[in-house]
């Protein structure tokens, strides 16, 4: 259901997420006072209010703890990929120091990895199947066989593959990671918790007593928005390359254009 709401547009999500459930909340005030005499309600305004206020704040401290934890997953995943694009362009320029035939076979290997994982790998994750299309992964394993069955003895190339291992080892950690987030930041026994609290804290208010019953669902109706605001804003970023708030392939895709075969000239 979450990955529903996320691959969608945001004013669906909007309207399942935040609207209707603000509309039912600005029913709750009338519906209660229909049942419950306004005398019974005010004599729980005083109890009723400490109540609130400690579930107020418990659940409060939940949903920043939410935001602030979906928020730096989505921000790592952008640093990540920018990494993958780095650790790529970096090892673009060290195959220059290959003999040629190396060399070359570096260059396509890395320029058929950044094109598997911008045509399937992005699209795969988008729709949640990132073990589907395996091709990015299958390109990465050529690049470590063409290193590794290098037999160069000339102190240059020496030099040099070290470091280009290396960075194919960040490009491998940033791949993991990226597949990591994309299967969503959010636990799933969270979920429930965050919901339950919502509707607790907004069907808490049902249940004072107000003479003015318009201002009473005003307010209820205010604090609905906010509260189911910031769950749509968790949801958004929850998974981090899914929907219209995504971290795109850009970085890879200029690395591919910069230095690929497009840009070397090569068919």
């Given at each position: 259901m979450i990955h529903f709401l996320t691959s969608h547009s945001l004013w669906l999500s909007a309207t399942i997420v935040v609207v209707l459930p603000t509309l039912l909340a600005a029913l709750g005030p009338s519906i209660v006072r229909r049942y419950v005499k306004l005398e019974k309600l005010t004599t729980n305004n005083e109890i009723a209010g400490f109540k609130f206020a400690t579930i107020g704040v418990l659940y409060a401290v939940l949903m920043a703890f939410a935001i602030i934890v979906v928020w730096q997953k989505f921000s790592d995943a952008d640093t990540n990929?920018?990494?993958?694009?780095?650790?790529?362009?970096?090892?673009?320029?060290?195959s220059h120091g290959l003999d040629q035939q190396s060399g070359a076979a570096l260059r396509k290997g890395m320029s058929n990895y950044l094109t598997a994982a911008i045509n399937r790998s992005w699209p795969a994750m988008e729709r949640g199947a990132t073990d589907q299309y395996p091709r990015a992964r299958l390109a990465l394993d050529a690049i470590y066989s063409t290193l590794l069955s290098s037999q160069s003895s000339a102190s240059r190339e020496t030099a040099v593959l070290p470091e280009i291992l290396r960075q194919l080892?960040?490009?491998?950690?940033?791949?993991?990671?990226?597949?990591?987030?994309?299967?969503?930041?959010?636990?799933?026994?969270?979920?429930?918790?965050?919901?339950?609290?919502?509707?607790?804290?907004?069907?808490?208010?049902?249940?004072?007593?107000?003479?003015?019953?318009?201002a009473q669902t005003a307010m209820t109706v205010l604090l609905s928005l906010l509260i189911f605001s910031e769950l749509l804003i968790i949801i958004a970023v929850d998974y981090p390359f899914t929907g219209p708030i995504k971290v795109e392939p850009t970085a890879l895709a200029r690395v591919l254009a910069e230095f690929g075969p497009a840009a070397s000239g090569a068919k």
């Open positions: 990929v920018a990494a993958e694009a780095a650790g790529a362009a970096t090892i673009y320029r060290l080892d960040v490009i491998t950690l940033a791949r993991n990671a990226r597949l990591i987030a994309a299967d969503g930041i959010v636990p799933g026994v969270i979920w429930p918790v965050l919901f339950g609290g919502a509707v607790v804290t907004i069907v808490f208010t049902f249940f004072f007593g107000s003479e003015n019953l318009r």
